[in-house]
Structure formats: C-alpha cells, structure tokens
C-alpha cells in the first residue's frame, strides 16, 4: 500500500466510522430481518437513473460476507448500537434500522509506534480532545444536564481521557473513523503488508494488455513498482480537485465556494491515472458528491475548522433561513438533502450560505455547531464572530444582514404552528431520519419548538462535502472499465475513486465506507481467485530499483 501523506487513514479516519450494509449478521443478532430484495428495492428508488443493478447486487451479496471476513479474521470491529433508520425510511425497501453499524472503540495502544501516523480527527468534532462515539455515546453527551445516567456516563468518560492524558500524553480511546482507520493498519501490520508513508503514485504501468504495476514518488525518486495481479486504486476521489469541481459541483460553476474537510491529499489522482489508461469518469450521478452543510469556525492558531454539521438542525428551537430570511427546506433532512435544498435556494444570490438560527434555550441545551451546549460558554463564539447574537429578532437580523421584517414574519409563522408541535409547511419531524436525530425527551415533536426566548443566535451555513460520489466507471468485481464496458486488466478501483453505487444520493448512515469496505473485499476475492487461473508472467525489470526495501503492489 502507499500512501500520499505523511500519516495513513485519509477522510476515513476523520469521519463517523458508519457502514451501511444489509442483512449482515449483527442485523439478525439484533432482531432485524429484511424481505427478499428489500434492500435491492431501496437501492433502486433511491439510485434513479443512475442505479446499476449488477453492481448493487454484488455489493449486496458481498456485504455480509466481507462483515463476517473482517470480524473474523481481522482487527476490524463493529457494533450495531442503535436502531438508526434510513435516511429516507418512508421510500419502498427502506429499513427503519439494521443496516447501519458502526465501528467499535479502538485501545490505542493496541497499534504501538503505528499510532504515530494514525490520520488526525477534526478538531471540531472533539469535545475537551475527547472525539465523542456517534452512537450512544453521543446521546448521553447531549442530555448530560438532564440525566443522571448520562452526566455519569460522561463524567466517567472525560475522566478515563484526562487520565490517558496525563499518562501517555494523548486520549487512548479512539472511536468512529479514528478507530476504523487503526483497526485497518493493525490488520494491516499483523499481515505484514507494508504501508508506505509519504510516497504518492503518479501514474501506471500498461503493457499495452494490462495494468502491471504504477510509478510512486518516494524519497525524492520516481520508483516503478511491479504488480503481479493488479493495482487497486483507493485515493478518496477529487474533493480537491478544482478542475473537476467547477465542472461538476453546481454552485461552484456559479463561482460560489465550497468547503470540505477531507484531506487536501485527495485530488482526483486515482480518477486521473486511470484515465490515461482508458477509464471512464461517470458524470452521470445525481449529485458529484456527499454534500454536507459546514460552517467556518476561527481557531485559535488563525487558522479555519470546517465543521460539518450533522445533528443539531434537527434540535426542536432550531431553523435555517435562506440570505433572504426566509426558510426553504425540511433542516431535519439529512446533510445531502439540505445542501440540495441550499444550493437551490441560493442559485440567483452572491453565495450559497444560510443561516441557521436558534433561541436561547435551544443553543444552551443541544449546543449549535461548534458552539457546545451548558455549562460551556457562548462568549469566545460570539467574540470570535462565529456566532452572531441579538436580544431580539430585528436585532439579530441586523447582525447577519438580512432584512430584520422578513425574518420577523418567518419566525411568527414559524412559531404560530411550533407552539402544537407542528411544521406544516415543510414537515419537520414528520420523517423518522428527522425524529432520530431529533430530541426523543421533547414532546410532542422531538424536532420542533417555537423559537421563543431570547436572545436569539444565528451562525452560516456554507455548502460542503464528505467525499466524491462520481467517479470511475467499475463492474460487479470492482474493475475498472473503458468506455466500451470492457474490464482494463489489473486495473481495479474501492472507495470514492468509483462512482458510488448510490447513484449520487445519500440513502443511509455509511453509504460510502459500507460500499467501500465491500468492494476493496471483492477486490481481494477476485485477485485471489484469478491467481491459480492466469500463468504468472515473469516479472520486468523496474526503471529503477526501489530504495531500500523490497516494495510489491498485488
Ligand atoms: C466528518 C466526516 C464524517 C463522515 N462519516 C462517514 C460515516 O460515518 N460513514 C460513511 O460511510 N462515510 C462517512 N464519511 C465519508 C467517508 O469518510 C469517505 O467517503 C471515505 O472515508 C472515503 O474513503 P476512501 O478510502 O475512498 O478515501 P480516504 O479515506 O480519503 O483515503 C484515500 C487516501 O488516499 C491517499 N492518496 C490520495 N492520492 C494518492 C496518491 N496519488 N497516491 C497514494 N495515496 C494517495 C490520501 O492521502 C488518503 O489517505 C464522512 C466524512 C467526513 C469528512
């Protein structure tokens, strides 16, 4: 394996560490069974015009499979914690639970000195350093002033990780993405299969038959690797990509900005290898991308956080307004719905922003973006100008530039029908992704209230991603293929770097690493059953002999 930076693990490392796949075996231990071709039926409804029906039934047929191979014989845990549904759990063959699982709590300590160049967490998604579990654990961290059992549970949690602190220098507990990128290294290190750091492919190796191997920049020195089976080309996709970007991402052909969090390592170089050997990259998804709203959050350093925001606009005292202050979208959707609803919403304005707003009771209960909830303080936030604040409406509106008449009128409305927990004009809580991420200990909508007492708060919005959903053209055994359909030998592609099986929409909790996990399995399987097949040519010469170690791509 190589690897482009100077630490492993890329976006996976960063993110929530969810993997949807159905029917798995943790499913049925927990109660969860699913018709025949329920999941093919989702799938199918959500994919559109973009559903591909031979791959979505490889990954289907695969994803239990490569579960059961991981949890088995590697280091890769997982756990099915809660009942999340999916995300659009009232479309035919959806779930209301079972298909999202996620990855179990990791010992740091368990990857000895591999810790050292274990990718980093975002720093806005930690809490004291502490990166909260997404499952239950963050459940108790939000109702920590309002549960004993919970303010026990954290008290207890930032107890263990100041305690680590204090001794190894650093939290040893590591959870979601984090925990999932260690336990892949350590099954990883205890196959001893090297994973060179800092050392980029640039481009690949073709016989004119096949792929047989790439050349990777390491120390300084272009080196030709040899691939006896094949190259698997995993870079996470073009979120850094600014060509690729202005071509494929809507508000940033209208010159809008866009912010994402993923490493800046992921520049398309997968997508960009393969074309030169002829690959297809497939612009026909839905969307270019898992769109997420983010918001710029100034750090101490001068440097900027973008910090994704999954859960808090759902919270029942919270809303989104449009730069004109008027709502447009159901805020209790998931990330990529809103981010569609935004970019529409903004298509004739200067930027695609929003504001999202909420009172002073919400903000101190559930928190806002990287504003924490009590006892934390609101003054650094508002201080530091992430937060805007105003003792009433007109004055917040004045605050954010929006006319201080229109946003007064959106708020009465709004709140006319907040009072009877009801959202008739966009349905807030009326979908069981929205109630999920909502507050189950409010009533009678876990996601609504009037936003009633001041002063009121307001932070921007701006669109973002979590990663590419187009990308290369693959089969059912994760190859990738020329405009022709035809299979380019030894050339395979996992991860962003192919079009996601999805068809551009974000159907569930783990969409891309549960595809992910199981194509890089069938990747595996199809290498693995080729080898007795296909007489081994004998291997060619490198352009330049490896520095130092014996280096091998299979
Ligand atoms: C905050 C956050 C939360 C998320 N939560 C979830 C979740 O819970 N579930 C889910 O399914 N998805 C989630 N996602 C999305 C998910 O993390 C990504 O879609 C996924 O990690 C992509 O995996 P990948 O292997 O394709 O790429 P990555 O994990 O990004 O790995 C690609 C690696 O390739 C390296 N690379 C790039 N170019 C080269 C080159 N030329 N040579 C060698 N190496 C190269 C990069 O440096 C990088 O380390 C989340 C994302 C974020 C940001």
């Known amino acids: 394996m190589v690897e482009k930076a100077s630490y492993y693990g890329g976006t996976t490392a960063r993110s929530g560490g969810w993997l949807w796949i159905p029917n798995t075996h943790l499913a049925t231990a927990y109660g969860h069974h699913e018709l025949p071709d329920q999941a093919l039926t989702y799938i199918r409804n959500q994919a559109g015009a973009g559903f591909d029906e031979t791959r979505v039934r490889a990954f289907l047929a695969n994803g239990p499979k490569a579960v059961e191979f991981f949890m088995s014989k590697t280091a890769v845990q997982f756990d099915m914690p809660l009942t999340f549904p999916d995300y659009h759990a009232e479309a035919p ?18 990857l000895g000195p591999l810790l050292k160049t274990l990718g980093p967490v ?82 690949l190796l073709h016989d ?19 691939a006896r089976q094949g190259v698997v080309l995993a870079s996470g996709g073009f979120p850094h990509n600014n060509e690729r970007l202005k071509d494929t991402y809507p508000h940033v052909k209208a010159g809008h900005g866009h912010f994402s969090p993923t490493p800046k390592t992921n520049v398309g170089d997968g997508v960009r290898m393969a074309e030169e050997v002829g690959g297809v990259f497939d ?23 973008i910090m994704p925001h999954f859960i808090d606009r759902a919270k029942p005292g919270v809303i989104a307004v449009s ?35 909420a009172d002073h009771a919400a903000i101190r209960r559930y928190g806002l973006g990287y504003v924490k909830p009590f006892p934390l303080p609101l003054g650094p936030h508002l201080r530091n100008g992430y937060l805007k604040r105003g003792r009433t409406i007109a004055e917040l509106a004045q605050q954010i530039g929006v006319d201080p008449a229109t946003l007064a009128t959106t708020i009465r409305q709004y709140n006319d029908n907040a009072q009877y927990g009801r959202d008739p004009e966009f349905g ?19 996601c609504v209230a009037p936003l009633a007492t001041g002063p009121f708060y307001a932070l921007k919005l701006v669109p973002g991603d979590l990663g590419s959903f187009m990308g290369l053209r693959t089969n059912e055994h994760a190859q990738v293929v020329s405009a022709d359909g035809a299979a380019i030998a030894g050339l395979y592609a996992a991860g962003n770097d192919a079009a996601s099986i999805m068809g551009g929409e974000y159907s569930g909790a783990g969409i891309t690493l549960g595809p992910g996990l199981t194509f890089g399995y ?18 060619a010469a490198p352009a330049r002999k490896p520095a130092g170690e014996p280096v091998a791509m299979h």
Request: charged share 20%; aromatic share 6%; with cysteine.
């Open 208 to 226: 004119g038959e096949r792929v047989t191997g790439a050349v990777i920049e390491r120390n300084g020195q272009r080196v030709s690797v040899k």
């Open 283 to 305: 612009k026909s998804l839905s969307n270019a991308a898992a769109w997420t709203p983010m918001s710029l959050v100034p750090r101490k350093d001068g440097t900027i956080g």
């Open 122 to 203: 975002l720093p806005e998604l930690t809490v004291f350093g502490v990166t909260i579990g997404s499952g239950k654990e963050i459940v108790h961290f939000m109702r920590v002033t309002r549960s004993l059992a919970s303010a026990w549970y954290v008290a207890k949690r930032l107890t263990r990780h100041f305690m680590e602190v204090m001794k190894y220098g650093r939290g040893m507990t590591l959870t979601n993405g984090n925990a999932l990128a260690a336990r892949l290294a350590k099954s990883a290190a205890d196959l001893s299969i090297p994973v060179l750091l800092s050392s980029p492919a640039s481009r």
């Open 93 to 110: 063959g959806a779930a209301q639970g079972g298909r999202s699982m996620v990855t179990r709590p990791y010992d740091a300590r368990e």
């Open 522 to 539: 069938i990747v595996g399987n199809h290498i693995a059953d080729h080898i007795e097949a296909s007489p081994r040519k004998p291997a």
């Open 428 to 446: 807030r809580g009326s979908k069981a992704y929205n109630r999920y991420q909502g507050d189950a200990l409010h009533t009678p909508n876990p």
């Open 323 to 357: 730069l004109d202050g008027r709502r447009f979208a159901n805020e209790a959707n998931s990330y990529h719905d809103l981010v569609q609803a935004m970019i529409a919403a903004s298509c004739s304005k200067p930027e695609t922003a929003c504001w999202l707003i």
